[in-house]
């Protein structure tokens, strides 16, 4: 049901239109600001359009001819199997054997070469969506030919977002055109969202066989899917009740939350489900819900309230313990509540009673945030502390080994903490005295420790003149050597700290011990912030060789068949994980940051399993180069300090009556299934993923229902509980459930999973990776078998229109470092594998599918603020894959961890010179370790930079600094390759060859032939004690 016109009328709702100026709840959003670079650049007309296209003196271009492969390619081709020039379909031979029958497909224009100007503003077109029903969930339009579909072009533009674009939307922040009709949907529309009065979305249908020529076009495109999205939700908001299925995770979207958590907290895989186990299974899909609880929110979206209801605490119910909701229900006019998990009447407590109107309505509802806002903080009373809440103990624990000094990490380290603290950006807010805004909060307080073979503390006490060392000598039995002066205010003890770390690199460049003792070190750690919890940041530059707990090489990079030792995924050294296990019990998280200076080995997995463990993160550098990464890891640390923290936390995930929890997926430890999962600390960007199965047959009258209840300290040092809650329409039929697939929480769980087995279990790289193939073609055989409407001739491979992109996704799930054939050194495997444990949506959206965006034809507008929207104009995206790359062209290529510039060998030089300055006129003249551009004077530099910012608000936990990769100059090009994920790589197919590949074993599938390559579904994960296989 999930029908909000019917849940209003149950006197639970509100019609909640944004444009409403009679509404009450929701004030407008406020205008969001696009960021803009630091720009000495003032635009005054156009440059000429096209100058970069024309060949550059004295060097003719190449003309249309294709790209000749240069000897930097070709180095690595042996190793990539990269192509070497566009693929055109002819040259394809496999592939064009088996397909045809499909005209040129949609993004021809989108994911090629964009040569058309025409084409190239299709995108930034601000137009309203067809106000009408019909614009969503891929209807046609009235009067459409019913076999359209087979060959037709997909509509671009807002049209095509399959999520469902609403007319009654609001406009955000102001109307751009005077086509967009801001009414209320009718009560058809707002049906049709229930999906009952609907046909089936249209699948995207790829021929796979057949005579004819076919382009790659024809493929659905993830850049096509992100692209055609955005710039509706840059001027209209994402209402969290009537819209249900969320837009894809990479598009800037403010939301309204309407009862409903936003998806930026909490994406389902399904927001309607089916009503048994058994419908469930014939979908393919799991059921499963994405948490991201402390995401951040962008301008334009409201503050989560903060609600304090004194000693009693928030209203909850007396049998699950749930949370007060908008979803309970008020009866007995008022005097009873009926819990929306368990259907339990409770008594009102008197303190809370209000009346309610004849409708059933608390009269005090609209004034109440609890009942009107899916996401909602409650102050919690003393019985929810274990220990006095104070504001967070930051310990910066710094490695001064000799490595860390001779490759300049040290005092890159040093510095990036300083410019966390207190460094100051142009335009930064400043407080009312001009100093510029606390980077943490009040209450909070920061400590320091360095570490080589002995433990040092520093006294930073503001009544001192200078920091005191203390060295804690005893690294068999740590301890702390003072009671004083260890935790300050950093304001306060500015001027001692800004000492203490200018001189520090100076202070340890004569002692130079090579071997770091880590375990003691933090053991030490642990003794300092025992009765207090709090969040550690340390660096690390070697392996840790010295005193108790030291690790040794155990990999000695020789992987047979590409399969390391199952035991260099995971650590059994006793002494570590008690350690990791310790810290969680008080309280205290670690974020590593980890430079291997020569690309040595580190055992990440002994290390990192720490960090994971606690909630923490592992930043990871592996190959170290102070010039170059100085400004990345400046900006992760920063990022790593300032991000929304809390710590002491516990969570607890709570679904209605005839769901359970089947398995969590994340970072965190439980102790025994059924437990709250315990965490040392946690951040906006950490995400975890939690499955359900089914043990009764849900009412399909009633809706079901999810909360997940965090109960953490801020950082400011408040104990509170923030509460999600999420709401998903149950149906008996699966068919109408498949049109409310979220595809990015389906990926999520599927890959939160595969890498939680890879950790977990026997099985080995291979078992992942077939085991992610099949379960592709275990989805696209689901749907073809259970779902279609019509018959399609068995040459064609059917995909669910909200799954169109997931075959590509899959494909970069098999060709991700965590899971891929090939050699890859084990630090990098398990540091991706629990990085993907860790993801929310958007960054591991980027680390399947990275974004690529030419700069070398960018429009003029291109990069600067929409004037009708204020919106940066961003480019669009082309496909991955060396067949889209221009002669002379230029490429922004960025999947969220890292961020390449790749040059064409025959780049102008006039656009070397716009970018970079004057001198600088060939790509042999650019300094290898750029990471940033230079602020110049000029349209191109300033239109970079501005997308660059852009994309800086549009990631994860990792900080944006360019690498460059030029063609046949650096060795970043074997990266850039790697990401080109549409191509054959990474010891897997091309995008092409894959879709063949899955249709063939669809169609063995559908002819009862399918051979499983995998082990079959459930075996590896019923080993865990306590955990029942999830269904699928
Ligand atoms: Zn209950």
Same mark, same amino acid.
């Given at each position: 049901?999930?029908?909000?016109?019917?849940?209003?009328?149950?006197?639970?709702?509100?019609?909640?239109?944004?444009?409403?100026?009679?509404?009450?709840?929701?004030?407008?959003?406020?205008?969001?600001?696009?960021?803009?670079?630091?720009?000495?650049?003032?635009?005054?007309?156009?440059?000429?359009?096209?100058?970069?296209?024309?060949?550059?003196?004295?060097?003719?271009?190449?003309?249309?001819?294709?790209?000749?492969?240069?000897?930097?390619?070709?180095?690595?081709?042996?190793?990539?199997?990269?192509?070497?020039?566009?693929?055109?379909?002819?040259?394809?031979?496999?592939?064009?054997?088996?397909?045809?029958?499909?005209?040129?497909?949609?993004?021809?224009?989108?994911?090629?070469?964009?040569?058309?100007?025409?084409?190239?503003?299709?995108?930034?077109?601000?137009?309203?969506?067809?106000?009408?029903?019909?614009?969503?969930?891929?209807?046609?339009?009235?009067?459409?030919?019913?076999?359209?579909?087979?060959?037709?072009?997909?509509?671009?533009?807002?049209?095509?977002?399959?999520?469902?674009?609403?007319?009654?939307?609001?406009?955000?922040?102001?109307?751009?055109?005077?086509?967009?009709?801001?009414?209320?949907?009718?009560?058809?529309?707002?049906?049709?969202?229930?999906?009952?009065?609907?046909?089936?979305?249209?699948?995207?249908?790829?021929?796979? +066989?057949?005579?004819?020529?076919?382009?790659?076009?024809?493929?659905?495109?993830?850049?096509?899917?992100?692209?055609?999205?955005?710039?509706?939700?840059?001027?209209?908001?994402?209402?969290?009740?009537?819209?249900?299925?969320?837009?894809?995770?990479?598009?800037?979207?403010?939301?309204?939350?309407?009862?409903?958590?936003?998806?930026?907290?909490?994406?389902?895989?399904?927001?309607?489900?089916?009503?048994?186990?058994?419908?469930?299974?014939?979908?393919?899909?799991?059921?499963?819900?994405?948490?991201?609880?402390?995401?951040?929110?962008?301008?334009?979206?409201?503050?989560?309230?903060?609600?304090?209801?004194?000693?009693?605490?928030?209203?909850?119910?007396?049998?699950?313990?749930?949370?007060?909701?908008?979803?309970?229900?008020?009866?007995?006019?008022?005097?009873? =509540?009926?819990?929306?998990?368990?259907?339990?009447?409770?008594?009102?407590?008197?303190?809370?009673?209000?009346?309610? +109107?004849?409708?059933?309505?608390?009269?005090?509802?609209?004034?109440?945030?609890?009942?009107?806002?899916?996401?909602?903080?409650?102050?919690?009373?003393?019985?929810?502390?274990?220990?006095?809440?104070?504001?967070?103990?930051?310990?910066?624990?710094?490695?001064?080994?000799?490595?860390?000094?001779?490759?300049?990490?040290?005092?890159?380290?040093?510095?990036?903490?300083?410019?966390?603290?207190?460094?100051?950006?142009?335009?930064?807010?400043?407080?009312?005295?001009?100093?510029?805004?606390?980077?943490?909060?009040?209450?909070?307080?920061?400590?320091?420790?360095? =570490?080589?073979?002995?433990?040092?503390?520093?006294?930073? +006490?503001?009544?001192?003149?200078?920091?005191?060392?203390?060295?804690?000598?005893?690294?068999?039995?740590?301890?702390?050597?003072?009671?004083?002066?260890?935790?300050?205010?950093?304001?306060?003890?500015?001027?001692?700290?800004?000492?203490?770390?200018?001189?520090?690199?100076?202070?340890?460049?004569?002692?130079?011990?090579?071997?770091?003792?880590?375990?003691?070190?933090?053991?030490?750690?642990?003794?300092?912030?025992?009765?207090?919890?709090?969040?550690?940041?340390?660096?690390?530059?070697?392996?840790?060789?010295?005193?108790?707990?030291?690790?040794?090489?155990?990999?000695?990079?020789?992987?047979?068949?590409?399969?390391?030792?199952?035991?260099? =995924?995971?650590?059994?050294?006793?002494?570590?994980?008690?350690?990791?296990?310790?810290?969680?019990?008080?309280?205290?998280?670690?974020?590593?940051?980890?430079?291997?200076?020569?690309?040595?080995?580190?055992?990440?997995?002994?290390?990192?399993?720490?960090?994971?463990?606690?909630?923490?993160?592992?930043?990871?550098?592996?190959?170290?180069?102070?010039?170059?990464?100085?400004?990345?890891?400046?900006?992760?640390?920063?990022?790593?300090?300032?991000?929304?923290?809390?710590?002491?936390?516990?969570?607890?995930?709570?679904?209605?009556?005839?769901?359970?929890?089947?398995?969590?997926?994340?970072?965190?430890?439980?102790?025994?299934?059924?437990?709250?999962?315990?965490?040392?600390?946690?951040?906006?960007?950490?995400?975890?993923?939690?499955?359900?199965?089914?043990?009764?047959?849900?009412?399909?009258?009633?809706?079901?229902?999810?909360?997940?209840?965090?109960?953490?300290?801020?950082? +400011?040092?408040?104990?509170?509980?923030?509460?999600?809650?999420?709401?998903?329409?149950?149906?008996?039929?699966?068919?109408?459930?498949?049109?409310?697939?979220?595809?990015?929480?389906?990926?999520?769980?599927?890959?939160?999973?595969?890498?939680?087995?890879?950790?977990?279990?026997?099985?080995?790289?291979?078992?992942?990776?077939?085991?992610?193939?099949?379960?592709?073609?275990?989805?696209?055989?689901?749907?073809?078998?259970?779902?279609?409407?019509?018959?399609?001739?068995?040459?064609?491979?059917?995909?669910?229109?909200?799954?169109?992109?997931?075959?590509?996704?899959?494909?970069?799930?098999?060709?991700?470092?965590?899971?891929?054939?090939?050699?890859?050194?084990?630090?990098?495997?398990?540091?991706?594998?629990?990085?993907?444990?860790?993801?929310?949506?958007?960054?591991?959206?980027?680390?399947?599918?990275?974004?690529?965006?030419?700069?070398?034809?960018?429009?003029?507008?291109?990069?600067?603020?929409?004037?009708?929207?204020?919106?940066?104009?961003?480019?669009?995206?082309?496909?991955?894959?060396?067949?889209?790359?221009?002669?002379?062209?230029?490429?922004?290529?960025?999947?969220?961890?890292?961020?390449?510039?790749?040059?064409?060998?025959?780049?102008?030089?006039?656009?070397?010179?716009?970018?970079?300055?004057?001198?600088?006129?060939?790509?042999?003249?650019?300094?290898?370790?750029?990471?940033?551009?230079?602020?110049?004077?000029?349209?191109?530099?300033?239109?970079?930079?501005?997308?660059?910012?852009?994309?800086?608000?549009?990631?994860?936990?990792?900080?944006?600094?360019?690498?460059?990769?030029?063609?046949?100059?650096?060795?970043?090009?074997?990266?850039?390759?790697?990401?080109?994920?549409?191509?054959?790589?990474?010891?897997?197919?091309?995008?092409?060859?894959?879709?063949?590949?899955?249709?063939?074993?669809?169609?063995?599938?559908?002819?009862?032939?399918?051979?499983?390559?995998?082990?079959?579904?459930?075996?590896?994960?019923?080993?865990?004690?306590?955990?029942?296989?999830?269904?699928?």
């Amino acid at each position: 049901m999930a029908d909000y016109s019917m849940y209003h009328a149950l006197g639970q709702g509100e019609v909640l239109d944004p444009n409403d100026p009679r509404r009450t709840t929701q004030p407008a959003p406020p205008q969001f600001q696009p960021p803009v670079a630091p720009n000495p650049y003032q635009q005054q007309g156009h440059p000429q359009p096209g100058a970069y296209h024309g060949p550059p003196p004295g060097q003719p271009y190449p003309g249309p001819s294709p790209p000749m492969p240069s000897p930097g390619f070709n180095q690595f081709q042996a190793q990539a199997a990269f192509p070497s020039g566009p693929v055109s379909p002819a040259d394809d031979g496999g592939l064009i054997a088996q397909m045809g029958g499909m005209s040129l497909g949609a993004d021809a224009g989108h994911g090629t070469a964009r040569r058309k100007k025409k084409d190239r503003h299709a995108y930034h077109n601000v137009d309203a969506p067809a106000g009408s029903s019909q614009a969503f969930n891929g209807i046609p339009p009235a009067g459409t030919p019913a076999t359209s579909y087979l060959n037709a072009t997909p509509q671009l533009g807002p049209g095509q977002f399959a999520g469902g674009i609403p007319p009654q939307a609001g406009l955000f922040p102001a109307p751009t055109s005077p086509g967009f009709n801001p009414t209320p949907a009718s009560p058809a529309e707002f049906a049709a969202r229930s999906g009952q009065f609907e046909p089936v979305p249209s699948p995207t249908v790829v021929p796979a +066989s057949g005579q004819a020529k076919v382009s790659p076009d024809d493929m659905p495109s993830v850049p096509l899917s992100r692209d055609s999205v955005q710039p509706y939700f840059f001027t209209s908001m994402y209402p969290t009740f009537e819209r249900l299925v969320p837009p894809p995770a990479t598009v800037s979207f403010a939301a309204l939350d309407q009862g409903n958590s936003s998806p930026k907290f909490a994406r389902l895989t399904m927001t309607t489900i089916p009503a048994t186990g058994e419908a469930l299974k014939t979908t393919a899909v799991p059921l499963g819900l994405l948490l991201q609880p402390l995401a951040s929110l962008q301008a334009g979206e409201l503050p989560i309230p903060v609600l304090d209801f004194g000693d009693v605490g928030p209203p909850r119910c007396h049998r699950c313990r749930a949370y007060i909701n908008p979803f309970m229900m008020f009866r007995s006019g008022g005097n009873k =509540f009926v819990c929306n998990l368990c259907n339990y009447a409770n008594d009102t407590p008197v303190e809370y009673f209000c009346a309610t +109107s004849p409708q059933g309505v608390r009269v005090d509802r609209d004034q109440r945030p609890e009942l009107t806002r899916g996401t909602v903080e409650f102050v919690v009373p003393k019985e929810f502390w274990n220990k006095e809440p104070l504001g967070m103990r930051y310990l910066f624990v710094i490695d001064v080994t000799q490595e860390s000094f001779n490759k300049g990490f040290l005092e890159s380290f040093c510095e990036g903490i300083l410019g966390a603290l207190y460094g100051v950006e142009e335009g930064e807010e400043r407080d009312e005295n001009g100093e510029p805004k606390r980077r943490i909060p009040a209450g909070a307080k920061v400590g320091f420790v360095t =570490f080589d073979k002995e433990v040092h503390f520093y006294n930073v +006490s503001p009544a001192l003149e200078q920091a005191q060392m203390m060295i804690m000598p005893d690294i068999e039995d740590p301890f702390v050597p003072l009671s004083e002066g260890l935790f300050v205010d950093p304001y306060e003890s500015k001027a001692v700290i800004t000492s203490l770390l200018t001189r520090l690199p100076q202070m340890f460049s004569s002692i130079k011990n090579p071997e770091p003792a880590l375990l003691s070190t933090l053991n030490s750690a642990i003794a300092a912030l025992e009765k207090t919890g709090g969040k550690i940041f340390c660096s690390l530059s070697a392996l840790p060789t010295w005193g108790p707990g030291r690790l040794f090489m155990r990999d000695d990079g020789k992987h047979p068949g590409g399969e390391p030792d199952k035991k260099l =995924f995971s650590t059994e050294h006793p002494a570590w994980r008690k350690m990791a296990e310790k810290m969680v019990s008080i309280g205290v998280g670690v974020d590593f940051f980890m430079a291997a200076p020569s690309g040595g080995y580190l055992d990440i997995a002994t290390v990192g399993y720490v960090a994971a463990t606690t909630g923490g993160e592992t930043f990871y550098y592996p190959n170290f180069i102070a010039p170059r990464d100085n400004t990345k890891l400046s900006l992760e640390i920063k990022h790593a300090v300032t991000r929304e923290t809390g710590y002491q936390a516990l969570m607890k995930v709570r679904c209605s009556n005839g769901l359970q929890i089947s398995a969590y997926h994340g970072n965190f430890i439980q102790h025994t299934f059924g437990a709250d999962l315990e965490i040392g600390v946690l951040d906006a960007d950490k995400a975890l993923g939690v499955t359900f199965t089914y043990d009764a047959k849900l009412d399909p009258k009633l809706d079901a229902h999810f909360q997940a209840a965090l109960l953490y300290t801020t950082a +400011s040092g408040q104990r509170r509980v923030r509460c999600l809650n999420i709401i998903a329409g149950v149906d008996d039929n699966a068919k109408n459930c498949i049109k409310f697939i979220d595809q990015d929480a389906v990926l999520s769980i599927m890959a939160k999973e595969a890498s939680t087995k890879l950790a977990t279990t026997s099985s080995t790289l291979k078992d992942i990776r077939l085991g992610l193939t099949e379960k592709t073609i275990d989805v696209l055989a689901a749907y073809r078998k259970h779902f279609l409407s019509q018959a399609h001739p068995p040459g064609q491979l059917v995909m669910p229109e909200r799954l169109k992109e997931f075959s590509m996704y899959m494909l970069g799930m098999v060709k991700c470092r965590a899971f891929k054939g090939g050699n890859e050194s084990s630090d990098r495997r398990v540091h991706e594998m629990r990085l993907i444990r860790s993801m929310g949506a958007l960054e591991l959206s980027l680390y399947l599918y990275p974004r690529m965006i030419p700069i070398h034809n960018l429009q003029p507008e291109d990069g600067f603020p929409d004037e009708a929207t204020g919106h940066l104009r961003v480019p669009p995206s082309i496909r991955t894959s060396f067949s889209r790359v221009e002669p002379g062209g230029v490429y922004i290529v960025d999947n969220g961890q890292q961020t390449l510039l790749w040059f064409h060998a025959q780049t102008s030089p006039n656009l070397i010179q716009d970018l970079f300055g004057e001198d600088k006129t060939t790509l042999q003249s650019l300094d290898a370790y750029t990471s940033t551009l230079p602020v110049l004077p000029t349209h191109l530099n300033a239109q970079v930079r501005n997308i660059l910012e852009f994309l800086k608000t549009m990631r994860g936990s990792k900080g944006l600094t360019i690498q460059l990769a030029r063609q046949g100059i650096d060795g970043a090009e074997f990266e850039f390759a790697r990401m080109l994920v549409e191509d054959r790589n990474n010891e897997a197919q091309s995008y092409v060859d894959w879709l063949v590949h899955l249709h063939k074993a669809v169609q063995l599938e559908l002819a009862g032939q399918r051979k499983r390559e995998d082990a079959g579904d459930g075996g590896a994960l019923s080993q865990f004690t306590g955990l029942r296989p999830s269904y699928w």
